[in-house]
């Protein structure tokens, strides 16, 4: 239940092309202010693909280095860039969050006051 620390190695399951497998990444930080406070950032990525953990990911849980759960995905953080050609979805730029998570400690301690 210890706080993850800046760098620290996670893994998530992700599906792409329905394909379910191990992903890795790291904690960036934990927002403490504005709409994201008391949420964990991450960055994850496969390779060079940092759209690999995708909208539909919302609720799997990510992993710390000892194998157990230290956050659950919210979110995925992408920008929609329009051209002539479509809607591009574009991720954030390395060395960057690009998952907000809920910290275990925030949903065990919500379940705790209810």
Excluded at 1 to 7: R, Y
Excluded at 51 to 59: K, T
Excluded at 75 to 91: A, D, K, L, W, Y
Aim: net charge neutral; glycine share 10%.
């Amino acid at each position: 239940m210890s706080p993850l620390v800046p760098d620290d190695r996670i893994v998530t399951m992700a599906n792409p092309n329905r394909q379910r497998r191990a992903v890795t990444g790291r904690f960036v930080q934990y927002a403490t202010d504005g709409k994201l406070a008391g949420t964990g950032l991450l960055e994850i990525y496969e390779g060079n693909n940092r759209l690999v953990i995708d909208h539909g990911a919302s609720g799997a849980p990510v992993f710390d280095c000892e194998g157990r759960i230290a956050a659950v995905i919210s979110t995925v953080i992408t920008q929609i860039f329009r051209t002539p050609f479509g809607e591009q979805r574009i991720s954030t730029a390395w060395g960057t969050p690009n998952v907000v998570s809920v910290p275990i400690r925030e949903l065990l301690g919500s379940l705790e006051s209810q």
